[in-house]
């Protein structure tokens, strides 16, 4: 997969040299290009905004240095049709679904806005040329789409063959579709079997796999309804069992 990031902050993409993703990349796994925005402006101060029509606050983000951009990085015409990503708070929910979609794609393009936004003709424009996808990551305010970019590529990149070593641990995840029926995890030990007089549950030292299956799947179901009674409303009934519903 290639990943092209545009920003006026590239020096927040270094966590993406470290640990797995880094890993990914210096094995050609996942082919990250990050593009400073000022590149695309012509003036001494290299300027990427500019007060908005119509007055508010704040400055928005002029849509020549974006245009400028893609047209460039797009221009690589043998990388094939890339996907548009804008992180921006009135994006659509970005989901684990979303993250298993994405990871299909050959090539993304996040386009980090900042201050208030980007101008809105750049997706318009964008679009003419390629799929664009308005995404947000959550209910609460950033200052701008890097931090949402990075959440955004950890949760696809760990989804591609071969970046994760345990593969099990991604269909074991929560929110994956099908194995733990979108719940939660629940809570996880390791030694030593006691820690400052907290015993780890016997049942995880028994050996009894069966049984262990059991109570992890309990104690999911437990946890997704004290956390998250929004996802036990959205189970389909058909897939509990009576002793889920004894839980
Ligand atoms: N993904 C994601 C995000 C982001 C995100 C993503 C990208 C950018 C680019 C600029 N910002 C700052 C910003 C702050 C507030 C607002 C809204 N105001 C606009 C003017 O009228 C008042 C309301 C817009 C832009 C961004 C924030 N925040 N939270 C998420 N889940």
Redesign the pocket.
């Known amino acids: 997969m290639r990943i092209d990031i545009i920003t006026i902050f590239p020096d927040y993409f270094t966590p993406l040299d470290l640990s797995l993703i880094g890993k990914a990349r210096r094995s050609g796994l996942i082919d990250v290009r990050l593009h400073d925005l000022r590149r695309w402006t012509y003036d001494r101060h290299h300027t990427v905004d500019d007060t908005p029509y119509g007055g ?3 400055m928005v983000m002029k849509p020549e240095p974006w245009g400028e951009a893609l047209d460039e990085i797009t221009a690589d015409a043998d990388a094939g049709t890339p996907r548009l990503i804008l ?3 009135s ?1 659509l929910p970005f989901t684990q679904q979303d993250a298993v979609r994405l990871a299909k794609e050959p090539w993304l393009i996040f386009a980090c ?5 980007i101008d809105a003709r750049v997706a318009v424009d964008a679009a003419q040329r390629m799929p664009v996808e308005e ?4 209910d ?6 890097e931090v ?1 970019t990075l959440v955004i590529v950890e949760a696809i990149s760990r989804l591609l063959p071969g970046v994760l070593g345990n593969v099990e641990s991604i269909t074991q995840d929560s929110f994956a579709p099908g194995t733990m029926d979108n719940l939660v995890e629940g809570p996880v030990y390791t030694k030593p079997p006691v820690w400052r007089g907290h015993e780890v549950p016997p049942i995880l030292l028994s050996g009894h796999h069966a049984a262990i299956d059991r109570w992890r799947r309990d104690e999911a179901l437990r946890k997704t309804a004290r956390n998250r009674p929004d996802l036990i409303r959205r189970l389909d009934p058909e897939s509990l069992d009576k002793r889920d519903r004894e839980v």
């Open positions: 508010g606050p704040g992180p921006t708070p994006g806005g900042r201050y208030e936004g995404l947000s990551i959550g609460y305010v950033l200052n701008g789409g949402a």
